[in-house]
Every structure is written in C-alpha cells, then in structure tokens.
C-alpha cells in the first residue's frame, strides 16, 4: 500500500489586497484596472505579516522626491517562496510596477520588481492545489479519511475581481440576508478603515479559514480537546466533544466556545458566546453577541480533500442562516508563527 498526499500544485500570477501593510481586500485599496510603474531607490523594506511593503524614494517630472508606499504579500507567504528581510536594500534602486492605490495618491500593490542588473522578482499568491480526480487514483491508492492533520486552502482565488466584491460599491449576496438591526450595524462599519485585521486583531473565525495562500492550518486532537490552529493571525481555538455546549461563567470574546462531535467521520463543532464583531470583513457583514456558527468537516472518500462548511445564524442581525465553504488539500507545511504587525 502506498500513501498520497492527495494534491497537484498550480502557480498563479500574483494578485493582492491592502493598504499599506495592512490585511484586507484588493479592491477596497487598489484599482486592478489601473497598472503603473515607479523607478527609484529604496527607503525602507518592511519584511512582515499580514503584509510587508516598500519605501521608494522617486523623482518626479520637476526632479522633487516623492515617496511612494509599495505593499507586498505578508513574510509567511513570501518566504516559503524563497523570500528574505534582505530582498530589498535601504540605497538599492529597483522598478516596481502593480495596481495604484485608489485613495493614497502614491501607493501601488507590487505585482513585479526589477533591480539595477536586470534581474527580477515577483512571488505566486495562493497554493493552487487541487485534489487529485477519480481517475488518478488507483487500488493501491490509501485514503486518510480523518479530517485531523495539517491543511492548505485549495482553488484560491486567481484575480482581484474574485476577492471579496467585484467592486467596492458591489451588493455582496451575504449582505441580502442582513436584518434592519443588521443593516443599522453595518451601516456603522467602513470596510476601507474599520477591518479589525487593520489593527492585527482577527475579524471572525469564518475569515481566518479564507486565506488563498500558503497559509497552513492544523486540526489535532488529544482526549476530547480538538485544537484547531492557523497559522494566520496565531489563532489556536478548542472544540470540547461530548460537552453539551458552553459553560455558564463563559466570557463572551472573539474565538467564542467550541463544542465539538463526530458523526462517522465527520466532525461537528458549534461555537457561541462571541462578542459582536463582523463575520465578513469584506464587504462588512456584521454579526451580534447572539450568533452561532456550525462548522463540518468531511474528507472526501475518493481524492481525500477536506470541505469545510459553515453556517452561522443570529436572530439578530439575520434573517436566514449565511453558509460558505472551503475546500483544504493535506500539505507538509508546518504551521509557523505569524506575528501579525502594524
């Protein structure tokens, strides 16, 4: 018998989403219609999570310095790509080309960089991996049907127009289902200034497991403890099995209290006692103290893809149920520490 890390790996153009050095979407901060390029020398290097970003000094058309800020994907993307904090010098001149910002009138999200000796440098956003089809496998192929184990995001998004809206001004259809509580929240949120990923701090167990990149996540468990951890933001939550649901002196907080189950194979963890936040930072789906949210985790018995579904309800905020999903592939890539700086 042998054993298959059951994926194929597929490399992306690079595409983005901030303001400077900050973690959110694309569209919000920059115009992927709009492609520009800068040449000049090299200020400051940020090597960083959730992203890291470039200082250029550039000389404009009446021969003044302009500093322009230049965003990049996060360190633990970047360095599982081969990437150091000495990929760019302070003094070093570089040609930097990417999407110009929308508000920030000398900002741009790095697509390419070409230093003085022609040479270039560029990075793949999203671990493309595809579980392997029906036909690939053969008898002597063994299955791990556990949803426990290490995890990366498969089919991540490809083109700024497939993260998040397609414009800022877009109706997201998780918003449709917003009640007039729900509304009069969101209304009170900015998506542009208000992402608590802007401040490090993690907007919603939902969006931690949205990241298109190399970003793993590890499922264990140990006695009736399943520890669920991200690599993103050094999120580690627990899903007690067999208790009945949360402790009555439970303080309510972001991660909220996990209680977990199997059914076959398949684990169940609910969770609630969450502080009112947003569950979708993008376009600004908000949620109240009352919400519950259901995660299942099935592995496929033919290609061993993990699907994670989810559904949070909130008598308060929605009026039906929102739902998503996520498709994982098993990966050897550790879980690292991300350190979140801003």
């Known amino acids: ?25 694309v569209n919000y901060h920059f115009d992927p219609d709009t492609s520009w390029e800068i040449e000049g020398v090299v200020k400051e290097f940020h090597f960083q999570n959730p992203h890291s970003g470039l200082v250029v000094e550039v000389a ?6 302009v500093i322009w800020e230049v965003e990049t994907v996060g360190r633990s993307t970047l360095q599982k790509q081969g990437w150091t904090n000495n990929q760019f010098v302070p003094g070093q001149r570089v040609k930097v080309s990417g999407f110009l910002g929308r508000r920030e009138e000398h900002s741009l999200y790095l697509r390419r960089a070409e230093y003085t000796d022609g040479s270039t440098t560029g990075f793949v956003y999203g671990q493309l991996a595809q579980p392997l089809s029906p036909e690939d496998i053969d008898e002597d192929t063994e299955i791990q049907t556990t949803p426990l184990g290490n995890w990366v995001r498969a089919v991540a998004a490809t083109g700024p127009a497939e993260i998040g809206r397609e414009r800022p001004d877009d109706v997201h259809p998780q918003m449709a289902n917003l009640t007039e509580a729900g509304w009069l929240a969101a209304d009170k949120y900015d998506p542009t200034t208000d992402d608590p990923s802007l401040e490090c701090r993690l907007p919603s167990i939902v969006r931690v497991w949205g990241q298109p990149d190399f970003s793993p996540t590890n499922i264990r468990q140990e006695g009736d403890i399943v520890t669920i951890q991200h ?3 050094d999120v580690v939550r627990n899903a007690y099995i067999g208790q009945s649901g949360p402790p009555e002196n439970i303080v309510p907080n972001v991660l909220g209290h996990s209680i977990g189950w199997y059914e076959g194979e398949t684990l169940y963890v609910e969770t609630k006692g969450f502080v009112e936040g947003i569950l979708l930072p993008h376009p600004g789906v908000p949620h109240s103290d009352r919400l519950t949210i259901l995660e299942k985790f099935s592995v496929d018995q033919l290609t061993g893809a993990l699907r994670m579904e989810w559904t949070a309800t909130d008598p308060l905020y929605f009026s039906e149920p929102l739902t998503g999903d996520r498709l994982f592939v098993r990966s050897d890539i550790p879980v690292d520490k991300f350190d979140c700086q801003y």
């Open 1 to 25: 018998m042998k054993h298959l890390i059951l994926y194929t790996l597929a490399l992306c153009p690079v595409f983005f989403a901030t303001s400077v050095w900050a973690h959110h979407s």
């Open 231 to 233: 690599e993103m933001f």
């Open 60 to 65: 404009n058309a009446e021969g003044e310095t």
